[in-house]
């Protein structure tokens, strides 16, 4: 098996090829069940296909966990105007890298998914947004719309159905905000990726001011499974409230790092321990972010939890993306808090003052903590400038740039304690 | 094309407790300020787009995020709570987080004195010095633009230039660049300002919140509105007739900044003229004695070497007053007076009323018009008065006036908003109308189908859906093209045509033999494209048609415009919202001059010269007999000049030298004359001919009212106090006309008003206190509660039939065709920051700074192919003359083409432009004629 590290415990749906250099092509997709869910779902009315969606409670893989069937419901079927599935392939949050290898090893498992969201949200039109620096992968997409359409499965008529879709694969320039649905839809139409003011939400007004769904890559990916094999299959792994399987990518002082596919009922500290051996020999775990690093940090002994949307939550983080990243006691929290913090004040798009003045500031401050030049008021002015990012602006990055600090002055307050006032780290050597 | 309707369903919700019930659609910001309740902003204005950005207005509606109260719109049932501790911390808190990086010294503060930020950290008692953070060091500045200082330290990012750039004035020069921290705005692909295309029209500087944008010191130092006087008037220069605000330092007696003030004719919109090219009222050349010619200097002739036709010394904007006040010596205003009324009465005596002459001009108030006018007729006793009205729109006035009845405009230009389709034809709008052009961007950009057709690719036809490119001159071939599509495919409005019109059969026979294929190798357009762009007028619901000297000034500019108005009466597009014929007015006050009788068959109001019943009116109100006889036009004048027939002239504001066709001939012309009075604020390239200059007060120091090109009548307003002894012109006019024996006397320019409005029907009832503040439309007989009427024409026209009439016209080609020996064809006109002959706005710092010398635009294919580059020098040369000058590559200019702006003194376009005339409107062919380009040495 090439794909670097699996593990029995694993439940592969969308990973289950993830290594095989056949399956990227169409006729290896084909040979391993491909499009035979297309098949089924153009069969069906597109609101059967939405009614299977939400039965299985699917939830969005982007970051929010939002109901996927419900998503698609929002969109208006009067077909006054075209409708547009956006297909979020832009996967920038640091610690995530799922949808990179669902697109490298099954770019045809995306674009089934793709091909049949769109039937259920009746779009003719789907874009995928891909982060530009994932040049080889783009390149493989690329050839895989291409065996799509040459199949007869993009185009017109797909299939002697009578249904039309066209796919476009349109390549991101750079931003992290890109990610963000609003601020894709504005990089796809040309324009400096902003997020938008909500309301309207896409399905109201989306792509080129026409209603749109915006889903993730491993959403989308899930859908032919489930539509192929229903609802209640689906629903034979996870929770009632978070069924399914779920990509965490691991990655930071583990032993063995990578993708790995588990049911949502799986408990975290196994993932951690178990699936990827636990931190480096002789290293204690310090601290865990389980769902990128937009969530809140977790202490070692908080992770003893199931990695469901609630269970996650009910241990004072959240799932997000599953990006999934491990610290151990080698780790200047200051520091690996000032690096996020800088990562988001340099990823802000800049429009709302709390976000784009707030993450700097933030930066500005653990920088001169970390250099032990702190003052005793700087972990409250940390925490009120925190307080003044979160909830109050045009998308949630200005609360995931303050996540990070307030969890783990919250946590981790000791450490930054000690850079004011001895100006000591404690992380061990 | 679908605008968007006004709601008209009710939401009530509850902010603060108290229930409101506002139109569906409110933003909570708004329902609040209805209820009496201040939410404080940053980035929004109620002119602009909301855009929820700064976070300042967010408000609590009980949802996880803070809602922003300026985009929000209310809805059923909501609950809003608009301060709370929460609310009120993160205020704070955005007010600390913008000023940690904010200048020590705000630029606002110092400029106008409105410092929103600042005035926030007031409010909420932030002692700056108390911001627990160092300031970042990456905000820079920017000094580039003669007039905008950037800095980008004070830069809160709030959107409003860009909005204003993009969505008010449709420049789209503004966006932002960068990430994070290192988020800016930018000029273009971040140029620095002054090299990018913002065209210095400030609207940003004027809605920036901060120190970000702000006006640089263009008189004595910029400083807060409070400190100085603040004076309601107008703009000085084009026929937009912009509304503005001066601010004025009475202690040095200057204007020391200039805003947009409201008006429903410019929205407190302003062009780079306006807001910035108010200085020259202060330059040291301005006139302040009168001035009688030196024996020594007999005969007369040109004294400076730009007007002598001689190429030596630098090239500048300004006369060397070394130059030509030695030719003068100055004089008491006795003296003046007393010669210059002797001399005409002389001239008068011994060669009868027709040897004199007057030229009026559209840059003064309707008073002084109509008195200039009532000096000519009832003093001199001849109707030779004209003004350069005759050079811009004759021909258009003259097919209005034959066609429909009236020569003014039948719908005011920004109701281009209710139009399917509006048509810019022959008009250079962004430069010459800038204001005007920002309310057809608009439309153009929200729903309004625009076609431009223009023999260049002008500013307005990048915001075109259709740009047709014509061949110069090939005006009427195209529109007898587009008539015959509208004809041939039934796309006419037959009601209109039979309840409205007469001579529909005839035009229906001419157009016939103009199918687009004739026509596409006349005017170079493709027939499939000819007749695209006619089903496209054709099937609008409502079509408005602007035009501008491009139609004019031909020798067939009266058919150019007669086709134009023969579209407009084919498919009924007159007299409703959205449709109409507006001929856009160059000079502030040219449809006033024109309306107050500057022009020689016409009384004030159009009454002609030579019926019986008006002359008697005219006699009794004035007491003196009257010449039945209409008098000469301009170029007639300066004939008459050039013959001796015309023995005694004077001018108040014109400049011919410069602004009338073959300066070569008009310069023999002037210097033949036995005596000539220039009441100037400058020494004119006109003034070297003179035997008296008198100095006269410019536009910001004197009361008059002036009628825009929407026939809108405002009041400007005495902002400054005059020069030296220059004096207020009507009271020259008035000494004059009493030293000739006719006692002239007024209180001030109300009364004269009040006489003027007594004998012009049109503009009956109009008085200075229901003028003010914003002016009214004439005609308005309701001024106590209108604003007078927008539309004229729905019901039938002022003419004995009360009918339109079509006047169908065969094309004819212009007068001077390119040859071999001068093969290219010449096109003028005008440049953004000048103003005609340029005495105003080269005395402009601003202005000046920004378009500093003569130049000239060519194909940059026909440039490489004579192995020239731009920035050299090339000599023009037609059959009358040579300029030299720069020339600069522009793809707008057609191949074979060349455009020459003509307010340059040192290298004047009317060198070279043909004085033939259109026979009916008598209007130079300013806009065509045969030159010869070649490479030059720059002038020693
Ligand atoms: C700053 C920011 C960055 C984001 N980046 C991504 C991303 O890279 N990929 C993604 O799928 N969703 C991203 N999201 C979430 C999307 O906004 C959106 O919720 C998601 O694409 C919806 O798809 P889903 O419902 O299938 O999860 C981001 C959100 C924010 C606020
Ligand atoms: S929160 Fe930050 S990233 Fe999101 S819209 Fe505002 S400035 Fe941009
Ligand atoms: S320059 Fe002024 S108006 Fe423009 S974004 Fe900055 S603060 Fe706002
Ligand atoms: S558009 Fe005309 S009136 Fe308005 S500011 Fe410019 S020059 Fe003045
Ligand atoms: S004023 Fe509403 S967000 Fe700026």
Redesign the pocket.
Known sequence: MAYPHAHPREARVLSKHFGEKDAIPIDGWIERGGYKALDKALAASPDDITQIVKDSGLRGRGGAGFPTGLKWSFMPKDGGKPNYLACNADESEPGTFKDREIMRWTPHQLIEGCIISSYAIRAKHAYIYIRGEFVDVVRILNQAVVEAYERGYLGKNIKGSGYDLDLTVHLGAGAYIAGEETGLLNSLEGRRAEPRIKPPFPAQRGAFGMPTTVNNVETLAAVPHIVLNGADWYRQWGTSKSPGTKLFSCCGHLQRPGNYEVPLDFNLRDLVFDLCGGPPKGRQLLALIPGGSSVPIMTADEIDCDVSYEGIEAAGSMLGSGGLIAMDDSTCMVRAVRRMVEFYAHESCGQCTNCREGTSWLAKILRRIERGQGREEDLPLLLDIGANMAGKTICPLSDSAAVPVVSAIQKFGREFEAHIQDGRCTAVN | MIKPQKSTRIVTLTIDGREVSVPGGTTIWEAAKSAGIEIPVLCHDPRLRPVGVCRMCVVDVGERVLAASCVRQASEGMKVRTSSDKIHTCRKTLTELLLSDYPAESRREGATGDDMLLALARDYGIDRSDIAIPAGDGRTQDMTSPVIAVDHAACILCDRCIRACDEIQHNDVIGRTGKGYGTRIAFDLNAPMGNSTCVS?GECAAVCPTGALTNKTLTVQIRPREQLKKIDS?????????A?TFHIDPDTNTVVFAE?RHSPG?ES???????Y?FDYAKHPQRLTTPLIRREEFYPKGPLSFAVKGERRGKPGGLVDYGEVMPAFREATWEEALDLVASRLKGIKQRSGPSALAGFGSAKCSNEEAYLFQKLVRAVFGTNNVDHCTRLCHASSVAALLETIGSGAVTNVFSDVHNADVAVVTGSNTTA??????TFIKDAAASGTTLIVIDSRETGIARHAHHFLRIEPGSDVALYNAMMHVLIGEDLVNHDYIRDFTEGFEALRELVKKYPPELAEGICGVPAATIREVARVFGRANAAIIFWGMGISQHTTGTDNARCLISLALLTGNIGRAGTGLHPLRGQ?NVQGASDAGLIPMVYPDYQKVGEPATQKKFEEAWGVPLDPNPGLTVVEIINGALKGTIKGMYMMGENPFLSDPNSNKVRKALANLDFLCVQDIFLTETAEFADVVLPATSFFEKDGTYT?SDRRVQVGRTALQPPGQARLDWQLVCEIATRMGYEMKYAGAEEIFEEFTSLAPSYAGLDYHNLSPTGKLWPCPDPASSDGKQLLFGDGFPTPSRRGKFVPVEYQPAAELPDDEYPFVLNTGRLLEH?HTGTMTRRSKALDAIEPEAVCELNPDDLEAMALKSGDYVNLSTRRGTITLKVRASRGVAPGNVFVPFHFREASANILTNDALDPFGKIPEYKYCAVKVAPAQPPA
């Open positions: 029209c107008l703009c000085p220069y084009c026929g937009v007739g912009c503005i947009g410019s919109r302003l062009c780079v003229k306006g807001r090219g010459n109308h800038p204001v005007a052009a502030n825009n103003w």
